[in-house]
Nanobody
Framework: QLQLVESGGGSVQAGGSLNLSCAAS????????MGWFRQAPGKEREGVAV???????SYEDSAKGRFTISRDNAKNALFLQMNSLKPEDTAMYYC?????????????????WGQGTQVTVSS
């Protein structure tokens, strides 16, 4: 089990950038898939990007080409670089840990969650 703490959210104008970070504590960090998920008011939580234990990445369609997920296993850290932000990216963003081989579609397979960091994009 991992304990996860997100940071880096904020308010930006459309076209701007943010870099989210997630600090993990616990054992065997490198054996987990790590992902970023988001939930907007009135909507279900959805996967944004996941990087599995082998470093393979998967992205939700709207994130492709704009967001980049990365991890630093030596520092138990996860990142999400978000560029060309749009108002529809506004949501609470969560870091989560899941099984070794997971994709952004496997939301229900992720067991350990952070408290979230708010991202607000204005037009």
């Amino acid at each position: 089990q991992l304990q996860l703490v997100e940071s880096g959210g904020g308010s930006v104008q459309a076209g701007g950038s943010l870099n989210l970070s997630c600090a993990a504590s616990g054992d065997h960090y490198s054996s987990y898939s790590m992902g970023w998920f988001r939930q907007a008011p009135g909507k279900e939580r959805e996967g944004v990007a996941v990087i599995d234990g082998d470093g393979h990445t998967s992205y939700e369609d709207s994130a492709k080409g704009r967001f980049t997920i990365s991890r630093d296993n030596a520092k138990n850290a996860l990142f999400l670089q978000m560029n060309s932000l749009k108002p529809e990216d506004t949501a609470m963003y969560y870091c989560a840990a899941g099984p070794f081989c997971s994709t952004y579609e496997d939301v229900n397979d992720f067991d350990d969650w952070g408290q979230g960091t708010q991202v607000t994009v204005s037009s």
